[in-house]
């Protein structure tokens, strides 16, 4: 009955929204079928759960998880609710240009109401299965148990411990980050023993067939931890690449856009700088709708930038122009990658000869300096969060993104550019920084500019993958770094998992 009600509903609204573009209208209808699904399998993940708790008292009473996971389940379904709010909302929407952005906010809230809903109550779902699990094979856990308290003890953190000795002298910044990560490894094996030792009346009680559910509760638990201990090798190996990554500045180059039967992609462009090594990866990756149209006017721009010294976790996610990151403040003059040349035109950036070949990877052949007034406005941008796009002053045309007189001549032959894209995306919605005061001039080949470059081989430890310009050492040089930490998660989801129920 209450299928045969969404529906009509659904129907109604694509007649009430028949103004809306067709790409937003299609949306809505898929984000509704998304909904009536997740209503479906939530009602069937609930019922499941709730009559384990009811069929299975001896295990499940007196423990948290009897009260924990309908309260769970409550919540999940508080969201959903509220998805159906907004569904309902976007029905009575009147239609026409007026209601996009109110439609496109209503879209966007059900969706992540939903995923929020689906997320914990596959969690809740997931637990119930081990615990079925857990007492249906007891031998099993008790076994694996025993291996991993033994396995706990047998790695040698040596290695580790020395490359995070050198990381944190390189960069003392994220020295308490990396200390509380080694501490934890080097508890884990005490942590696992008292795990172990704690449990021990409740594996006697399971060896004998006669553990009651706040002992089987008690072995999960220990079995938690155990398991945690036992994957020290892993953990190890990721604290080694947390340290790599301190060592590496990289941008991602958004190249192209593409969207065909529905299929929204992007073609990037990742260039990795370590030291006076350079090394890039280009791709094209699947995104969502709302992800392509996140960048839809940053064509030809950095949409993601990590400097060293920071975790990839810390990139900056505002789009800026491609490169600019690699210059130092006028302030400070200069740094690994250049300095600041002042003569009779003016000021201007210029790039060492070593880094001459980022210079071709983010500008390529129409390259010019960046003089100051055209920094000071992108570094204006940068600490306040907003994208620059290069403009000289309120009615000139952008240098830089989808819509720049840079990005144009640049990426004439992309993709986006060759079905319409520059002119269909929504230039007007964008935010830009303040212009500049001045014109910004041309310059020639700035000094020491050497269009012959120098060769540079592979710096000694880096594995990067993708095409690889020149020789140099690994070590980073001395310099500012730029950036500052910033985050973001792409939007991602999952419909609910049946599992396997035992």
């Known amino acids: 009955m209450k299928r045969t009600m969404i529906l009509a509903g659904v129907a109604l609204m694509l007649t009430s929204c028949a103004q809306l573009p067709r790409e937003l209208r299609s949306q809505i209808d898929s984000a509704n079928e998304r909904l009536l699904q997740a209503e479906s399998d939530f009602r069937r993940t609930s019922a499941e759960v709730l009559d384990d708790i009811k069929r299975t008292p001896d295990l499940f009473n007196g423990t948290p998880v009897a009260t924990a996971w309908p309260d769970a389940l409550r919540s999940a379904k508080a969201k959903l609710d509220a998805a159906e709010r907004d569904r ?48 249906k094979n007891l031998p099993h856990y008790l076994a694996k148990m025993r291996e991993e308290h033994d396995a706990s003890h047998n790695l040698d953190l040596t290695a580790v411990k020395l490359k995070v000795e050198k990381t944190e002298h390189d ?8 200390d509380r990560r080694e501490e934890a490894l080097e508890n884990a094996p005490a942590r696992a023993d008292k795990a172990w030792q704690d449990s021990a009346p409740a594996r006697d009680a399971a060896a004998a067939g006669t553990a009651t559910g706040a002992q089987i ?42 969207v065909e039967h529905g299929d929204y992609r992007e ?49 900056v996610n505002t789009a800026q122009p491609a490169g600019f990151a690699y210059i130092a403040p006028p302030s400070v003059g200069r740094n690994q990658y250049g300095y600041w040349t002042h003569n009779s035109e003016g000021s201007f950036w210029t790039f060492l000869p070593e880094y001459l070949i980022m210079r071709e990877l983010f500008w390529g052949p129409s390259y010019r300096p960046i003089v100051i007034n055209e920094y000071n406005s992108y570094y204006t941008a940068q600490r306040m ?22 990005t144009q001549q640049h990426y004439a032959t992309s993709r ?36 012959q470059g120098k060769r540079f081989g592979a710096a000694p430890g880096d594995n990067s993958q993708g095409k690889r310009f020149g020789s140099g050492s690994g070590a980073p040089a001395a310099g500012k770094r730029f950036g500052s930490p910033g985050g973001g998660s792409r939007p991602s989801g999952k419909g609910f998992g049946g599992g396997h129920r035992r």
């Open 385 to 406: 969060g907003r994208t620059y796009y290069g403009e000289t002053s309120p009615a000139a045309p952008p240098r830089y993104g989808t819509h720049g007189t840079f």
């Open 217 to 258: 509760a008690t072995l999960i638990e220990a079995d938690n931890a155990l398991s945690t201990a036992a994957h020290l090798g892993t953990e190890a190996d990721n604290l080694s690449a947390r340290c790599d990554q301190l060592y590496v500045a990289w941008d991602k180059i958004l190249e192209d856009l593409d």
């Open 171 to 178: 960069w003392p910044g994220k020295k308490d980050d990396l």
């Open 88 to 135: 309902v909302q976007l029905q009575k929407l009147p239609g026409g240009k007026e209601s996009i952005p109110r439609a496109q906010q209503l879209l966007s809230e059900e969706d992540r109401l939903r995923k929020q809903a689906i997320d914990e109550a596959n969690a809740v779902e997931a637990q119930a299965n081990r615990w079925l699990d857990f007492r």
């Open 416 to 451: 986006y550019v060759q079905s319409g894209g520059f002119k269909n995306s929504g230039y007007a919605s964008r935010q830009t920084a303040a212009p500049s005061a001045s014109p910004q001039p041309r310059f020639g080949n700035a000094p020491n500019d050497n269009s």
């Open 267 to 315: 073609k990037v462009k990742l260039v990795k700088t370590r030291g006076s090594d350079v090394s890039t990866d280009v791709r094209w990756d699947d995104v969502s709708p709302a992800e392509y149209r996140a960048v839809e006017n940053d064509l030809g721009m950095a949409i993601a930038h990590k400097d060293a010294g920071q975790y990839d976790s810390e990139a």
